[in-house]
Nanobody, 115 residues
């Protein structure tokens, strides 16, 4: 079993930056890939970025060049550095970890971009 806890969300002005963290506990050695997803009110949940155990990354077109995903294996923590934020980035951001047979999700952290 794996437990995921997101943190770092909050209110930021357009053009600002924010860093989200996802702390994993439990059987973290079973985690293969991890990723960040987000869901805005009235919209579908969408993939933001993923990272493999090797460190290979993939980004949604809407955030590529602005966001950066990273992973600290020793600390069992994943990060999402968000720069040049705009109001369209406002959403609940979720951490996800892929195990052998099932994904695990965190509770989400709210990110609001507003002036």
């Amino acid at each position: 079993q794996v437990q995921l806890v997101e943190s770092g969300g909050g209110l930021v002005q357009p053009g600002g930056s924010l860093r989200l963290s996802c702390a994993a506990s439990g059987s973290t050695f079973n985690i293969y890939n991890m990723g960040w997803y987000r869901q805005a009110p009235g919209k579908q949940r969408e993939l933001v970025a993923t990272i493999t155990r090797r460190g290979s990354t993939n980004y949604a077109h809407s955030v590529e060049g602005r966001f950066s995903i990273s992973r600290d294996e020793a600390k069992s923590t994943m990060y999402l550095q968000m720069n040049s934020l705009n109001p369209e980035d406002t959403a609940v951001y979720y951490c996800e970890a892929d195990l052998i047979a099932t994904p695990f999700w965190g509770q989400g952290t709210q990110v609001t971009v507003s002036s």
